[in-house]
């Protein structure tokens, strides 16, 4: 099944916020882009409920826990994701208690019941409101999950050139 034929993508797909295949960091696994800053909230909660988000992300999750699967049989060693999260943009719009609750209940279901697919993950571009949402949202993450994760503000370049190669990034990164 491709990303079209979910039931209600052509609702959620006005408020994707990823894209991927760009490229593999310089292990081999695959690099993810979310640009959660793009997210207009006040439009995502009053077109998508719930728990259509949810099932979308739980779709979107299973794809990547399948591709993760299919890489790793081919290359005989475990893919995992090398995500980027730029959160360019993003401000106290992002941070109300009706979003966020509603993210934590698009984003727990997967934490719990789908396999540890992350690598690396770089939050870029982090505002310092950013302290605010991560002070919820690292709640919903286990602990395994939370040591992954690295914190940057816009001087990321450096850090993120260390996994990923230039040519591996989209234009807008350098």
């Excluded at 491709?2 to 209600?8: D, G, K, L, Y």
């Excluded at 984003?107 to 605010?132: D, G, T, W």
């Amino acid at each position: 099944m491709s990303e079209n034929e979910f039931p209600h993508y052509e609702l959620v797909s006005r408020f994707q916020f990823e894209a991927d295949n760009y490229a593999e960091d310089i292990n081999g696994n695959p690099v993810v882009i979310s640009r959660i800053g793009n997210i207009d909230g006040k439009q995502l909660l009053g077109n998508v409920p719930v728990e259509v988000m949810s099932e979308f992300m739980m779709y979107m999750f299973a794809k990547k826990v399948g591709r993760g699967a299919r890489l790793t049989r081919e290359r005989g060693w475990i893919v995992r994701e090398f995500r980027i999260i730029d959160l360019e943009g993003l401000g106290m719009q992002h941070l109300s208690r009706e979003l966020l609750k509603y993210l934590g209940e698009i984003l727990s279901p997967a934490q719990k019941n789908l396999p540890e697919n992350l690598y690396k993950c770089f939050i870029i571009n982090a505002p310092s409101i950013f302290q605010i949402g991560w002070t919820v949202v690292k709640g919903w993450l286990s602990e395994r999950t939370q040591l992954k994760i690295t914190i940057l503000g816009s001087s990321y370049m450096e850090a993120l050139l260390q996994h990923v190669s230039p040519e591996n990034l989209p234009v807008c990164y350098g």
